[in-house]
DNA sequence: TATGAATGAGCCTTCATTCAT
DNA sequence: GATGAATGAAGGCTCATTCAT
């Protein structure tokens, strides 16, 4: 009987097991050598289930995109108001837990590789995930016009909103940019102006 | 006597012909043998001018930041509007001339140098950028408020605003993303909600 | 089934080989290109054996060292006269075989090492050696003043009589000087003296 | 008029100059650019007063051994004793003053030249000391032995006690070791042994 | 004569990837 | 399937020496 190896499975564990690697050293800093130590596997076999190292960061990405994604959408659907809607969307901004700073290191890595060398594999996944969030974006806002809390002109906010969130996200990884809630304070002056029957002298 | 030698000047003459590299190739993808040989001049002698691969770098970013730093300051200080002096602080991520797109990609660049491997140097030069502007941006925001053009909740703007133009920055320097005019909408869009006298329904 | 390589001999192999590049060149004139083709290894698998340049000499240096202990101990031990125990011990300093010149010329580049740079590790190699020649030493003497052969301030003279085999490697490895039994010389004189019932006028 | 410059005396001061650095840094540690600076030299005018790096150590080694010479020969000459006599002779390997440190820091960077790459000169020189030195140790014990103070056989212990000091020196750089008065012990013991009317049972 | 800018070979080390076993 | 030894290009940096001015 050959033995049964659950390829997709395996080639998962490797990503998980690298992926505290990747956040503690960096893509540029983390070798095949340590990502297969680490995950208790030899450095040839890395390769039977990447196809180089770049691979392997995109899994971890990956993995981390879509387990956030799943949290987000089912965020955003549980709550009711708009600006805590909002609020979650932007959570890989803001969140502060051991969780939320660990996807935004992932996230500020991914990054960094796209904007050291860029690949089309890469690049396509953050254009992807911009479509993506500023289509949420989007949708809570249209709902909001649509339900008469929003102005109309709140549509045209989504796009600036979704890149204070990268930009936000850039600094936050640099050492002496603690602003964690400056995002949110702009959101909450934002929604002040954009909300209809909040509009005071 | 001694050959006479313009020590500033060369510098200046390598960064600039490393400049053109720099763009092309990218920080991590430079080497100082094509610096070297692209200046016209032996490997060991860009140690004369220069401390390090970085230092080089560094220089370029210094003298793009500088010459940039005094148009900016004119273009403000010679426009009257506040929506043109606002746009004006944004020239870089929004200019669409070569000049403009070789200043963002040297921006990018140094982005991606803070990002992947960041020296206390860099990281500082960056915080400092980011104080300036800020502060620029609120010179201007106070302004309106004083002359009474701009509602007082304004300033509240100031942070996210310069967020968004790096967001847009480390966008714009990736292929599919040719929204350039994003930030211009978006800046628009919310002077007509903060200017005085504009809310209409 | 992984490729079986008996790492430590491969280590030992590459050490062996490098061996005749040590004494052709000296250290300093050693490069690990060299050091790589002539063991018909890439350049990067001696970092797979070893973990620098120094930690190559060091190996090729304990190398010797350690064939080279026991066969003075056991020369030690299968020698009667004290004359003869002690001239066994400055073998290194005395032989002229092959072997001989060999090992002297890898323990001078060895000093050589330890003059022009010297580290932790070989520092405290050499003064393991000199304790333990020294003491090898001492124990002779004293055998040979509890057998009433050798006066009681024979012990006296250990310490300079290691010290100068040293001085003794250190000018044979110089072209001109072929004194090479000036010790022997010197040691013989010195137990005319030091034996008892052997002074005479 | 030309200018006139007193050559030798400007090759010496260079030397002079140099000789602290050497010092503290070591042959291989110093570079030709610290050396010019510190003298106050252009770099390219060192080479119109030595030919090569190696001849500027040659010039600080010579200018060291020539008025350590002389000091030797005084004080060999103004002493009576035989034992002290031969102490002055070793002055360089037991004098502890700053001056004696220094020569002997001096002699050891010269015998570490002549391990590491050793040119004709150097080993020339090195030759000379050993016939002078050994000479004059010759010298002391002939007249012992003709005043009937030492005996006979005391001449063949001339160059081994060179030799000794040479070993000396060689370990009283290493950290580790500061047996300084090893060599004062070994030749007062062996003195005991050689001189007449003290062989005591 | 003095200068110091320019040279460029050479150094040690790293690491993603391949491939024989 | 799995292994891990082997590869070898590439990289940043140093410094004794030369030579045009």
Redesign the interface.
Known sequence: MPKVVDKPKKRDDIAQSATALFLEK????LTISEIAKNAGV?KGSIYKYFESKEDIVFAIIEQAQESYDKEILYSIQNTNKIEDKILALFDLCISNCDEGIKRRKIY??F??I?????SEKM??F??NI?EKYTNWLKDILREGILSGKLKP?SL??A??L???????L??S?????N?EN??Q??IK??L???KIGE?DE
Chains 1, 2, 3, 4 share one sequence.
């Open positions: 960096g893509y540029s800093n030899a500020k890595e990054i960094s796209c904007l050291d060398d860029p690049v396509d953050l254009y911009k002109q045209e906010f796009n600036g979704f890149v204070i969130g990268e930009g936000v850039l600094f990884s640099l050492d002496n940019y602003d400056l995002l304070l702009h002056s934002l002040k102006l954009i509009n």
